[in-house]
């Protein structure tokens, strides 16, 4: 089974809109961090924001939020007021903390395209 | 701070060369970890080194190996190279091994297999 799913392989957004990435994770740890990263077509992964599975309050950073629904076991990333530049590919990516591995696990990731 | 630094940019080899590429962390970072990105397959781990010592190993045959120096720096060697080796490689690194610790990650090395 696939441990992290994301669903939408495009999104299309209108500059300064808000846009919704959707992410579901399958794990049985009750230990484990939710990453979300940008790639632009340059190739470098850029850190957005993270959300420990034992935090209480969803993580901010900036324009960028991350929606938790731990009871439904998903971690959608909101992007608020779209900019040209944010038009690259986001990935949603695990790492459990049981096993004690520093390993993540990526979704297949969504294809963000900002029309001016 | 200077970032994650991974060379060469590009590389083009043939069908059976090896090939090693290299990472230096962030300054304090003592993990590095390895990923692997391909259109069919996607963003796969490799594996992860902290304190010279290999933690942590992907589905990956051996032909596909790495090291650690004691500065951080790592390496990563595929041999006896095939053509389904094309890929972007991805290093990462982070302060330590922890669940809670962001792993950054550099600009990649972009493997063509000819």
């Known amino acids: 089974a696939q441990k992290i799913t994301q669903t939408q392989p495009g999104m299309f957004v209108q500059e300064k809109e808000a846009v919704t990435l959707d992410c579901t994770y399958d794990t049985s740890d009750q230990s484990y961090g939710l990453f979300w990263y940008k790639q632009p077509s340059s190739g470098e992964m850029i850190f957005l924001i993270y959300?420990?599975?034992?935090?209480?309050q969803n993580a901010t950073e900036g324009r960028y939020s991350l929606n938790f629904q731990k009871a439904r076991k998903s971690a959608n990333l909101v992007i608020s007021a779209s900019q040209l530049g944010d038009s690259a590919m986001y990935f949603c990516?695990?790492?459990?903390?049981?096993?004690?591995?520093?390993?993540?696990?990526f979704g297949t990731g969504t294809r963000l395209t900002v029309i001016p | 701070k200077a970032g994650v630094t991974q060379t060469p940019r590009y590389l083009i080899k043939t069908r059976g060369q090896q090939v090693t590429l290299s990472c230096s962390p962030i300054s304090g970072h003592r993990s590095v970890s390895w990923y692997q990105q391909t259109p069919g397959q996607g963003l796969q781990f490799l594996f992860e080194y902290f304190s010279e010592t290999q933690r942590n190993k992907g589905n990956f045959p051996g032909r596909f190996s790495g090291r650690q120096f004691s500065n951080s720096r790592s390496e990563m060697n595929v041999s006896t190279l095939e053509l389904g080796d094309s890929a972007l490689y991805l290093c990462?690194?982070?302060?330590?091994?922890?669940?809670?610790?962001?792993?950054?990650f550099g600009p990649g090395t972009r493997l063509t297999v000819l």
């Open positions: 959300q420990g599975s034992y935090d209480e």
């Open positions: 990462a690194s982070s302060l330590v091994p922890s669940g809670t610790d962001t792993q950054y």
């Open positions: 990516a695990m790492r459990e903390g049981q096993t004690g591995a520093n390993n993540l696990f």
